[in-house]
């Protein structure tokens, strides 16, 4: 009963979480499958190798200095967030350069950067709410623990790691060439560091005011991270305001239709679309011309590059059959 109860707090709320990233990738939703493959890689191999690299390197630093203090505060400060922060931005590193045409905007690498780091915190929430929280404390333990990891430092492993997409999506988007060599390895480089502060501050300062001030902390992060996601996201509304601008004056598409493209909800268009029947056909079509807007934006800046025109082409063609069948 009491690991299932850790299965559960440890899962199910970050499952919460990672639907909750995907929802604000909104206007070009990314492919369901990825995004399950990224949570699995999360939890399978970025944890389970993580686990074992932690654990063999603190014993080498046991080892080494013959204390467990300082085996244990290198671990946390030093070795944790360089092999955690490798092992989780390899998801988004191989999404990058295998699916490039899915990694449109830096929303885009925070959605597969957020879900990898999820997975990765279901593994590791479900470990500490069993072995430290019922394992130490019994019920009371579990709970409190639980309490720590999914209310108050819940977004911790999403928000070190969205460091990493955002630098692979600079890398992405950008026309500097500098900027596509160094914005990956910045991004690498404030994940560790964010995780190193993160895990070494309550450490170093101690006591129950360390905690309280490294949480205090932590919040003024999600927030920054909050707000410029929010900043991200009216950027690509605004792709999809002047790419489908074209396609609206071309007789395309419809006005209704153009306001719901770049409406931050759709939330009309799909009530709409179930009362019909018609739901997928209708995701569809707005997900298609999402991806026509981003395509377009992505020729305008870097030119032919994977062959946006054939795309555009591609998409423009499609539309006309699948709003037949949504609103046909």
Known sequence: MPLALALLLGFVPMIGFALFIRWLDRYETEPRWMLAGSFLW????????????????GIGLLAATGSEEAAMVGTATLV????????KGLAVVLVFACFRREFDSVVDGITYAGITATGFAAVENTLYIYRDGYGTAGLEGLLSVAFI?????????????????????????????????????????????TH????????????????ALGLAIDWVGYACMTGFIGWMVWRERDILRRQ????????RITPGQYAQAISFTQVSAHL????RGRYRATHAFYQSLGELAHHKEHLERHGEEHGHSLEIERHRAALAGLAARAFG
């Open 80 to 87: 944790a967030p360089v092999v955690e922060e490798l092992l």
């Open 272 to 275: 709409a679309a179930i009362a």
């Open 42 to 57: 999360g939890a399978v191999i970025a944890c389970g190798g993580a686990f074992v690299i932690n654990t063999v390197l």
């Open 196 to 211: 190193a502060f993160h895990n070494g501050f309550a450490l170093l300062v101690g006591g129950v005011e360390g905690f």
């Open 149 to 193: 990891r999914i209310v108050l430092v819940g977004w911790m492993h999403p928000f070190f790691t969205a460091f990493i997409g955002i630098g692979l999506a600079v890398a992405r988007t950008t026309r500097r060439p500098v900027l596509r060599w160094t914005a990956p390895l910045a991004g690498l480089l404030l994940a560790m560091g």
């Open 244 to 251: 489908l601008a074209g396609e609206l004056s071309a007789g």
